[in-house]
């Protein structure tokens, strides 16, 4: 069965440095992938979506690639900020379901003054 | 609406109680998912409503849990003789539901559902 993998301990970084969080998949080759912002109390917010024929995707200071061939994406986000601290999750369809998700776990990050 | 409207954003309970969840979607959006978050854990995929398509019922976790969605609108979730273990938010997504948008989902801000 398709399985998503994200770092489960919080990455903790001072403000300034660059963040990069990793999300893995096995057993399948979406489309697509998305990654999404959740604060505490709150739904997800959609930030960028990547598709299979693209290796990066920029907006702002945030930069996401997908390397179909490892099975990984990873997501950026430089000149870090106190603000950028949250949990961030990664999605892909579900295999044979285009507009179905499958949500990783998340990575909470923390940045640091 | 501006969003996606869940209410109520809590519900405390007994066991074995019935709660009703309801979810208002973006206005013009076909799609509408519910899913649940355990404390600390990622997002469990409950049902999926598409159009006037059949929903996807595939994630529904019992017999207990059911929803409904009115044409492309509103939708409520249902949990029946309500257990502690199904304590957890509830969340509600809706999306175009287009093919070629990559299906971007926005959520509401959730309803945490307490069993005692």
């Known amino acids: 069965s398709q399985k998503i993998e994200q770092n489960s301990e919080a990455l903790n970084i001072q403000e300034g440095k660059t963040a990069t969080l990793t999300c893995n998949y096995t057993?399948?080759?979406?489309?697509?992938l998305q990654w999404y912002r959740q604060d505490p109390g709150r739904g997800p917010v959609f930030l960028l979506l990547?598709?299979?024929?693209?290796k990066e995707k920029r907006k702002e200071r945030l930069k996401v690639t997908f390397d179909t061939t490892l099975k990984q994406s990873l997501f950026h986000i430089t000149a870090s900020q106190p603000a950028d601290s949250a949990t961030y999750l990664c999605?892909?369809?579900?295999?044979?379901?285009?507009?179905?998700?499958?949500f990783g776990a998340g990575t909470r990050l923390a940045v640091h003054p | 609406g501006a969003g996606v409207s869940q209410s109520p954003s809590n519900k405390v309970t007994e066991k074995g109680k019935d709660v009703e969840l309801r979810c208002d979607p973006i206005?013009?959006?076909?799609?509408l998912y519910w899913y649940r978050q355990r404390l600390g854990q990622g997002l469990e995929f409950l049902i999926y409503?598409?159009?006037?398509?059949?929903?996807?019922k595939s994630g529904l976790p019992s017999d207990r849990f059911s929803a409904e969605r009115t044409g492309e609108s509103v939708s409520t979730l249902t949990i029946q003789r309500t257990q502690q273990e199904d304590s957890a938010v509830y969340l509600c997504?809706?999306?175009?539901?287009?093919?070629?948008?990559?299906?971007?989902?926005?959520f509401g801000a959730g309803t945490r559902l307490s069993v005692l």
């Open positions: 997504a809706s999306s175009w539901g287009r093919e070629g948008l990559g299906n971007i989902q926005y």
């Open positions: 057993n399948y080759s979406p489309a697509y």
């Open positions: 990547i598709r299979e024929n693209e």
């Open positions: 999605a892909l369809p579900f295999s044979g379901g285009y507009n179905k998700l499958i």
């Open positions: 206005s013009g959006h076909t799609a």
């Open positions: 409503f598409q159009g006037n398509s059949a929903p996807d």
